[in-house]
Structures are given as structure tokens and as C-alpha cells.
């Protein structure tokens, strides 16, 4: 169902270890990566639910929804350092992301990547701090895109690369 508080997509990539804890890596020597699937709570009216002990009831998911914060609530600081370039908001998801973990996004306007900074899941949902990646190293195992749902209205991050890539406007 489509939720306006959020309404773009994301997935989980995150590189493959061996038995060592070293990276996997293809015949080019480049990581593998593979999509991480959540543990999503399943929300009636905004809710979360819950079972007969009080335990959420969750499903699997590939990909879950997520909502741009305001542009003042953007990013994340430690004092007066900037730690992450921008903050989502996303309904409750209790799969661990570790920072360093690639986030895919895809709102009304592009796809585009971000690496994991710190994610905090509280009574109204999930919140993730990411950098967005500029130079990407990382190929996924699916490079299959989720559905954006409604396609109409603009994305709230700006794009800030030197790519031309036809987005001319800076938005946030």
C-alpha cells in the first residue's frame, strides 16, 4: 500500500565475507555484494502490530519504504564536525545495518547510492544517517530496481555530483 510519509524505496547491499572475514571478490578482484533481506514489523493505520505475547509480527522483505527528513534534520554532527550527509526516515525494521553497508535509493527522480553511517530504530520507526557515494566500487548480485510506487512530486537530497546526468537543480 502506498504510504505518503514514505514514499521512495530502498535496499541493503552488503559485500560479501568468507569464513575469515576477508571479502569476497569476483574473477576481476572486485567485492561481491548481495542484497540483504529486512525483517520489516508489519504496520496497520501507521501501527506497528503485535502478537499474543507482545512480540512484533514481522515479515521478510527485499526492499522497504523510506521519507527524506527536512533539510535542517539532514545530517548528523558530532560537535562541529559533520558525520553524515543525510537522514531517512523508514517504517520499524529490526535487521542490523552495519555502518559501511551500501543503502540503494530510489525516489521519484533516480537511483543512487549510499553508504551507512548509523541507523537507530525507535517506537515510531527507523531512522538512517548515510553518505552518499560518489565513486561506486561495490556491483550488486541483482542489479534489478524496486518500484518507486507513485511517480509524480521530487526527491528532497540534492544532487550534488559533477555527473551530468540532467538534474541541473540542487533540492533541500
Known amino acids: 500500500m502506498y504510504n505518503p510519509q514514505f ?16 571479502p569476497i571478490t569476483d574473477e576481476n578482484g572486485d567485492p561481491v555484494a548481495a542484497v540483504v533481506t ?14 499474543a505475547d507482545g512480540k512484533f509480527i514481522t515479515e521478510e522483505v527485499d526492499s522497504i519504504p523510506f521519507g ?29 545495518l552495519n555502518p559501511g553497508d551500501i543503502l540503494e535509493l530510489t525516489d521519484y527522480e ?19 544517517w548515510f553518505d552518499r557515494i560518489k565513486n561506486e566500487g561495490v556491483k550488486p548480485v541483482d542489479n534489478t530496481s524496486p518500484s518507486t510506487g507513485d511517480n509524480s512530486g ?15 537543480s540542487e533540492n533541500g
Do not use: W
Not at 552488503?14 to 576477508?22: S, T
Open 154 to 168: 521530487s526527491g528532497d537530497v540534492p544532487d550534488n555530483d559533477d555527473e551530468d546526468d540532467g538534474d541541473e
Open 38 to 51: 529486512l525483517t520489516a514489523v508489519v504496520m496497520v493505520d501507521s501501527q506497528p502490530t503485535f502478537d
Open 110 to 128: 533516480k537511483t543512487f547510492r549510499g553508504v551507512v553511517v548509523k541507523k537507530d530504530t525507535f517506537n515510531l520507526g527507523t531512522l538512517i
Open 68 to 96: 527524506y527528513r527536512q533539510s535542517s534534520m539532514n545530517t548528523m554532527r558530532a560537535g562541529d564536525v559533520i558525520v553524515s550527509d543525510y537522514k531517512i526516515s523508514c517504517p520499524i525494521f529490526l535487521t542490523p
Open 7 to 22: 514514499p521512495h524505496t530502498l535496499r541493503v547491499i552488503r559485500e560479501g565475507l568468507d569464513e575469515h572475514g576477508d
